[in-house]
């Protein structure tokens, strides 16, 4: 396994009115991230907040493309990030322990927490897939070029893993400094992965090797 620290490349937050991010992603343009009550879109160029969502939002976020989802305690919904309108819901496989959420292969990803491991799940129905272990408690969930990535957070120690989809084997850990949690965790599709800060109220773009 190649392990090394993380490099932290930029910081934005804190934002006003925000005191937790958890989830997070990407749509080509902007980083969506989680506040609880609130789905917020953020240019990554200028670091500044664009508009917001009322919308239920307690862990991760994913984007297919054209919809965004979003874990609400034991639900996954279905977004318009248009209109901002649910428009379909699913159980979240966790029933309530879920955490990261990713959008691949026409499947969304969802981590289990406490349950340290990733479903695949039908994006129509819930139905679990598959289930891949992984040896920590699992946060954010991410994939970029074939890689599947996942946060962990335990205690004061978070790190961002490159994991074996088939085996659940750790390929590439980078060690996140200490007291510097990961939420969620999102790929912006090149050679940066973007950390939800959890209770920060920040999020961290980190060089992916």
């Not at 309530?96 to 129509?124: F, N």
């Amino acid at each position: 396994m190649k392990r090394s620290t993380a490099e932290i490349v930029r910081e934005y937050g804190p934002f006003a009115g925000v005191e937790k991010v958890h989830g997070l992603t990407f749509d080509g343009e902007r980083i969506w991230f989680a506040s609880g009550d609130k789905l917020n879109a953020l240019d990554p160029t200028t670091g500044k907040p664009q508009r917001s969502i009322d919308v239920a939002a307690h862990a991760g976020t994913a984007f297919d493309g054209k919809h965004l989802f979003q874990i609400a305690e034991d639900r996954i919904q279905k977004i318009d990030p248009q209109s901002g309108r649910v428009l379909a819901t699913i159980p979240a496989p966790a029933g309530g322990g879920d955490s990261g959420l990713a959008w691949a292969e026409g499947s969304l990803w969802v981590g289990d927490y406490r349950g340290r491991s990733i479903h695949q799940i039908d994006p129509d129905t819930g139905k679990v897939v598959r289930t891949i272990e992984s040896k920590r408690f699992v946060t954010g969930v991410t994939w970029v070029d074939g890689q599947l990535w996942h946060g962990t957070w335990e205690g004061e120690e978070s790190d961002l893993r490159r994991i074996d989809p088939a085996t659940g084997e750790v390929l590439e850990q980078l060690d996140m400094p200490p007291g510097t949690g990961v939420s969620g965790l999102e790929s912006d599709g090149r050679d940066q992965l973007f950390c939800g800060g959890g209770n920060s109220g920040r999020i961290r773009a980190v060089r992916r090797s």
